[in-house]
């Protein structure tokens, strides 16, 4: 099993910072893009941004200029640093990570976080 843990959310007014961390660990052999998503109540979970490997980046038209994501390759770790912060932004935030698992197979695995909370209110 792969398993992916985050943390850094809480409670931040509207303007201020925040920095997501998303840790993964378990049966890796390979871990190929690595994203962060987002679902607010009553909506469906979005895409944030996701990173690849080699380091290229994707975001959402709704964070860019905002937000920023990169990734630690040795510690298997993805974080999401995220500036200016507004109300709309307030969802629970979910990591995700494709790869290959470890062992003779090699399997392709699709892992998710559990959530973090991020609430963007005064």
């Known amino acids: 099993q792969v398993q992916l843990v985050e943390s850094g959310g809480g409670l931040v007014q509207p303007g201020g910072s925040l920095r997501l961390s998303c840790v993964a660990s378990?049966?890796?052999?390979?871990?190929?893009?690595m994203g962060w998503y987002r679902q607010a109540p009553g909506k469906q979970r979005e895409l944030v941004a996701t990173t690849t490997r080699g380091g290229n980046t994707y975001y959402a038209d709704s964070v860019k200029g905002r937000f920023t994501i990169s990734r630690d390759n040795a510690k298997n770790t993805v974080y999401l640093q995220m500036n200016s912060l507004k109300p709309e932004d307030t969802a629970v935030y979910y990591c995700n990570a494709v790869g290959r698992r470890s062992g003779s197979s090699y399997n392709p695995y699709d892992a998710w976080g559990q959530g973090t909370q991020v609430t963007v209110s005064s």
């Open positions: 378990g049966s890796i052999f390979s871990i190929s893009d």
